[in-house]
T-cell receptor, first 115, second 111 residues
Framework: EAGVTQFPSHSVIEKGQTVTLRCDPI?????LYWYRRVMGKEIKFLLH????????ESGMPNNRFLAERTGGTYSTLKVQPAELEDSGVYFC?????????????FGPGTRLTVL | QKEVEQNSGPLSVPEGAIASLNCTYS??????FFWYRQYSGKSPELIMF????GDKEDGRFTAQLNKASQYVSLLIRDSQPSDSATYLC???????????FGKGTKLTVNP
């Protein structure tokens, strides 16, 4: 069974540009999560999809970030316009269920560098 | 601000020793507790999860949970060089699916 995949693995852009990150969850997983880790800090939650619906977007830092999951399969996270503080590693995770016994499986991450 | 704190490390142990990793959390409503292992440049990999007070053993790994003290730990017995990685403690908030992570503890097992 394929794991969570993310594309690209690395992205280097200039401040003010737009970047779109993609996540393909494990097949059959309705729940998809975005997290990010900025330099020296802990991994932090951004948002949670259940199928195509945003269940919890309390971690989204500001309106420069837009996440979508059309059709309830893969998801994209767009940053527009990118700022220096957006640099970090963006992780996607997926899970089959929700609740106490939920296990989230993580992808390898996309390392974003904003110059 | 709900927080998860881990001993800062780095932690270095000789091969064959027991490695002890500790984590405290602030949200008393937390219900699920996870230990992820992350090799450099790789994805976090779930190695243990625990929901009930007490110990949970899986091979060389034992997770311990004390909800009264808001404390969760991971013991690695017979540590191997391949266990060298960063260990992340994550806590699921009550009523939410989000994981709150600690900063991680880097473990090095010396041959």
């Amino acid at each position: 069974e394929a794991g969570v995949t993310q594309f690209p693995s690395h992205s280097v852009i200039e401040k003010g540009q737009t970047v779109t990150l993609r996540c393909d969850p494990i097949s059959g997983h309705d729940n998809l999560y975005w997290y990010r880790r900025v330099m020296g800090k802990e991994i932090k939650f951004l948002l949670h999809f259940v199928k195509e619906s945003k269940q919890d977007e309390s971690g989204m830092p500001n309106n420069r970030f837009l996440a979508e999951r059309t059709g309830g399969t893969y998801s994209t996270l767009k940053v527009q316009p990118a700022e220096l503080e957006d640099s970090g590693v963006y992780f996607c995770a997926s899970s089959q269920a929700r609740g106490v016994y939920n296990e989230q499986f993580f992808g390898p991450g996309t390392r974003l560098t904003v110059l | 601000q709900k927080e998860v704190e881990q001993n800062s490390g780095p932690l270095s142990v000789p091969e064959g020793a027991i490695a002890s990793l500790n984590c405290t959390y602030s949200d008393r409503g937390s219900q699920s507790f996870f230990w992820y292992r992350q090799y450099s440049g790789k994805s976090p990999e779930l190695i243990m999860f625990i929901y009930s007070n007490g110990d949970k053993e899986d091979g060389r790994f034992t997770a311990q949970l004390n909800k009264a003290s808001q404390y969760v730990s991971l013991l690695i017995r017979d540590s191997q060089p391949s266990d060298s990685a960063t260990y992340l403690c994550a806590v699921k908030e009550g009523g939410s699916e989000k994981l709150v992570f600690g900063k991680g503890t880097k473990l090095t097992v010396n041959p």
